[in-house]
């Protein structure tokens, strides 16, 4: 049997390389399975799974590349710690033009594909994405693992924290009111829209929950809710 399969999956991938290579493919790093499938809705080709303690290796990139067969490969590592190997990966590769879009979170991975345009340049998608992706903030609020002290707070073992693009925005033991203040912290007059991604721990009624005391707080605001499935993280906010 497993001799069989490795000849179907041989037959399989010699008739993908006869296929004429698309344009452009893509290639996003992933945390849960709800996330997963809105990146596969915005035409993501090969989703690699990462995590707060399971950073893609560049080999697992070289692994997603061989699999898209395009002559542009976009990658979007999603995270700061998997850009380097997003570059390495681009470095080493030779038959495609790989464009590596230095996006640190998942919101922004998400606004740079919505901003994708089919009829540009490969170069020309990546300057619009990296000038989108620029105006997106990013909040993500999970529990601390010990005792900390973190931009001038002290954070004790089991704590939920609010971590914004670049330092701890809240810190408390309620996570929709770490939540709530974490994404005030975010918004500024200028923002139109709000996007919420609950993870795996958050029940589908305490989001909703969370999307009315927001909603009503900011009634001028448009809201986006998802469920991401996300591990380790209860809520993934975005604002641009």
Do not use: C, W
């Amino acid at each position: 049997m497993a001799k069989a399969a490795a000849v179907i999956e041989s037959v399989m991938n010699s008739e993908a390389e006869q296929e004429p290579k698309k344009k452009d493919g893509f290639i996003a790093v992933s945390v849960g399975a709800g996330l997963d499938e809105i990146f596969k809705g915005l035409g993501v080709d090969e989703i690699i799974s990462g995590g707060q303690t399971m950073n893609p290796s560049t080999e697992d990139m070289i692994n997603a590349i061989e699999k898209v067969n395009a002559e542009n490969v976009f990658i979007f590592p999603n995270n700061k710690n998997i850009i380097l190997a997003a570059n390495q990966a681009a470095g080493l590769t030779e038959d495609k033009n790989i464009v590596v879009i230095p996006t640190k979170t998942i919101p922004q991975g998400i606004a740079a594909l919505i901003n994708y345009m089919p009829d540009l340049s490969a170069d020309e998608n990546a300057a619009a994405m990296k000038e989108e992706i620029a105006h997106v903030r990013s909040g993500e609020v999970t529990y601390s693992v010990r005792d900390t002290m973190i931009d001038d707070k002290e954070i004790k073992t089991g704590d939920i924290m609010g971590i914004g693009d670049s330092s701890i925005l809240a810190v408390g033991r309620d996570v929709e009111k770490v939540t709530v203040k974490m994404t005030e912290e975010l918004i500024t007059e200028d923002d139109s829209l709000v996007s919420i991604y609950y993870g795996e721990d958050v029940s589908e009624e305490d989001a909703d929950k969370l999307l009315k005391n927001l909603s009503e707080k900011h009634p001028d605001l448009e809201f986006e809710i998802h469920q991401g499935g996300q591990p380790v993280y209860y809520y993934i906010i975005s604002v641009e």
